[in-house]
Protein backbone atom coordinates (compact mmCIF):
# COMPACT_ATOMS: atom_id res chain seq x y z
CA UNK A 1 0.00 0.00 0.00
CA UNK A 2 1.31 3.22 -0.84
CA UNK A 3 2.46 5.83 1.72
CA UNK A 4 1.13 9.52 2.19
CA UNK A 5 4.50 11.57 2.77
CA UNK A 6 4.49 15.46 3.29
CA UNK A 7 7.86 17.29 2.67
CA UNK A 8 7.93 20.48 4.51
CA UNK A 9 10.38 23.17 2.43
CA UNK A 10 11.53 25.86 4.50
CA UNK A 11 15.96 26.71 4.83
CA UNK A 12 17.52 24.16 1.98
CA UNK A 13 14.87 24.83 -0.75
CA UNK A 14 16.59 22.93 -3.87
CA UNK A 15 17.55 20.00 -1.47
CA UNK A 16 14.02 19.03 -0.57
CA UNK A 17 12.09 19.65 -3.75
CA UNK A 18 15.08 17.33 -5.19
CA UNK A 19 14.08 14.30 -2.33
CA UNK A 20 10.30 15.06 -2.95
CA UNK A 21 11.23 14.16 -6.39
CA UNK A 22 13.07 11.23 -5.19
CA UNK A 23 10.53 9.49 -2.72
CA UNK A 24 7.44 9.92 -5.20
CA UNK A 25 9.66 6.93 -7.48
CA UNK A 26 8.63 4.52 -5.36
CA UNK A 27 4.94 5.33 -6.09
CA UNK A 28 3.89 6.93 -2.33
CA UNK A 29 1.65 9.97 -2.71
CA UNK A 30 4.11 12.81 -1.92
CA UNK A 31 2.86 16.30 -1.49
CA UNK A 32 5.17 19.80 -0.90
CA UNK A 33 4.97 22.13 1.25
CA UNK A 34 6.78 25.79 0.95
CA UNK A 35 6.90 27.15 4.70
CA UNK A 36 8.01 29.99 6.21
CA UNK A 37 9.13 32.25 2.86
CA UNK A 38 8.86 31.77 -0.78
CA UNK A 39 10.42 29.55 -2.67
CA UNK A 40 13.49 31.12 -4.73
CA UNK A 41 12.49 30.41 -8.27
CA UNK A 42 15.67 32.35 -9.27
CA UNK A 43 17.72 29.41 -8.36
CA UNK A 44 18.28 27.04 -11.54
CA UNK A 45 18.11 24.15 -8.93
CA UNK A 46 14.83 25.39 -7.44
CA UNK A 47 13.16 26.37 -10.34
CA UNK A 48 14.20 22.59 -12.63
CA UNK A 49 13.26 20.78 -9.54
CA UNK A 50 9.62 22.58 -9.25
CA UNK A 51 9.32 21.94 -13.33
CA UNK A 52 9.89 18.45 -12.49
CA UNK A 53 7.62 18.11 -9.69
CA UNK A 54 4.73 19.91 -12.57
CA UNK A 55 5.70 17.00 -14.47
CA UNK A 56 5.51 14.37 -12.20
CA UNK A 57 2.29 15.58 -10.98
CA UNK A 58 3.45 16.31 -7.17
CA UNK A 59 0.78 18.59 -5.59
CA UNK A 60 3.27 21.67 -4.38
CA UNK A 61 1.41 23.85 -1.84
CA UNK A 62 2.29 27.34 -0.43
CA UNK A 63 1.05 29.48 2.49
CA UNK A 64 1.44 32.71 0.12
CA UNK A 65 0.92 32.82 -3.31
CA UNK A 66 3.88 32.84 -6.00
CA UNK A 67 3.57 31.58 -9.24
CA UNK A 68 1.68 28.34 -10.16
CA UNK A 69 1.60 27.03 -6.72
CA UNK A 70 -1.61 26.25 -4.60
CA UNK A 71 -1.96 28.05 -1.67
CA UNK A 72 -3.34 26.83 1.78
CA UNK A 73 -3.50 28.37 5.23
CA UNK A 74 -1.44 28.03 7.73
CA UNK A 75 -3.86 26.45 9.81
CA UNK A 76 -5.50 24.25 6.64
CA UNK A 77 -1.62 23.04 6.18
CA UNK A 78 -1.43 21.91 9.83
CA UNK A 79 -4.69 20.23 10.15
CA UNK A 80 -3.48 18.43 6.52
CA UNK A 81 -0.28 17.47 7.85
CA UNK A 82 -2.09 14.49 10.38
CA UNK A 83 -3.11 12.62 7.85
CA UNK A 84 0.33 11.59 6.49
CA UNK A 85 2.50 8.83 7.24
CA UNK A 86 5.56 10.72 7.04
CA UNK A 87 6.54 13.80 7.64
CA UNK A 88 10.01 15.15 6.36
CA UNK A 89 11.14 18.60 7.60
CA UNK A 90 13.55 20.07 5.62
Not at 32 to 48: N, S
Not at 56 to 68: A, E, L, M, Q
Amino acid sequence: MPKKIAVLVRDRQAEALRMAIGLSIQGDRVDVFIMGQELDVDDPAVALNLEMLAEIGVPVISHTFRDNVAVMSTEDIARKLVEYDSVIPY
